[in-house]
């Protein structure tokens, strides 16, 4: 598999699985993440004994232009021509519930910077190199329903960039086609903690009788999804925005008390 792929918030949860995932099936992988060198740069060893190729883990914080050039640069610096496939999966969520006129001038730019502005940073650069291949691939992350611009309580500037970025990836797609490009949105479901980073396997072992297919969401569910979008063959699929969710509804259990 001669495909270079830039997973953003690469090192831990669904990005890491993702990861381990994707170089299991001889991907080169570049994992970008924030902090934590060490657990990084041991992540990048691990990687790269698994795909058989060179793969590196690269800090930088893309919420910013500053950051998401930085990034671009230090790839370059390893001798990185050229990315195939970029998947947005980092993105900042404030698990607090609050509601908007609560969230400080900070916080709303932090959702709105981390969830979207970041993703027009790297893909402004990335893009133009995918057109002279005539092949790319890009995903993004977003949440149920995301596709119809719903209320979310409580997660105002979250939802309020993440349906923008539902918007902005439809675009990619529509304006990229020609070239060879697709885009697609993954929204999953609630899926949490340590069951970011375990398989099917391990979820198929527990219950979950509050979502209908009675298990877990695991890393695995998103990887599996993400690794169709991206093959060569998946070529006709762009504009797509696919729930990974086992049914729940993950908008109307806030109404539930």
């Known amino acids: 598999m001669d495909k270079t792929v830039l997973i953003t918030g690469g090192t831990k949860g669904i990005g890491k699985f993702t990861a381990l995932f994707l ?20 992540l990048a060893n691990e990687l790269s004994d698994i795909s058989n190729k060179e793969c590196v883990a690269i800090k930088a914080d893309i ?30 969520y404030i698990a607090e519930r609050k509601k908007m006129t609560d969230y400080s001038y900070d916080e709303w730019d932090q959702m709105i910077n981390g969830n979207l ?20 691939r890009i995903i993004t992350f977003g949440y149920d329903r995301v596709d119809s611009a719903p209320g979310w309580v409580y997660r105002s500037a979250f939802a309020s960039a993440k349906s923008g970025l539902a918007s902005l ?9 020609e070239n060879g490009i697709t885009a697609n949105m993954i929204c999953p479901g609630d899926i949490e903690g340590d069951w970011k980073e375990l398989s099917i396997k391990d979820a198929k072992g527990s219950d979950d009788h509050d979502n209908p297919v009675g ?17 060569e063959d998946s070529g006709f699929i762009t504009g797509a925005v696919i729930p990974v969710t086992g049914g ?4 109307g259990k806030i109404y539930r008390k």
């Open 23 to 42: 170089a299991s099936r001889g991907y080169r992988i570049i994992v970008n993440y924030r902090s934590g060198a060490e657990h990084a740069m041991k």
């Open 63 to 92: 919420a910013s232009k500053e950051g998401s050039l930085a990034l671009i640069n230090q790839i370059h610096n390893h001798g990185i021509e050229k990315i195939d496939i970029l998947i947005h999966n980092a993105g900042p």
């Open 117 to 136: 502005n970041a993703v027009f940073y790297l893909s402004k650069h990335m893009i133009p190199i995918m057109r002279d291949s005539q092949w790319g």
């Open 169 to 177: 990836t439809k675009t990619i797609a529509l304006e990229e086609a």
């Open 215 to 231: 298990r877990p969401g695991s890393g695995e569910d998103i990887a599996r999804v993400l690794s169709f979008l991206i093959h």
């Open 248 to 251: 729940k509804d993950v908008l």
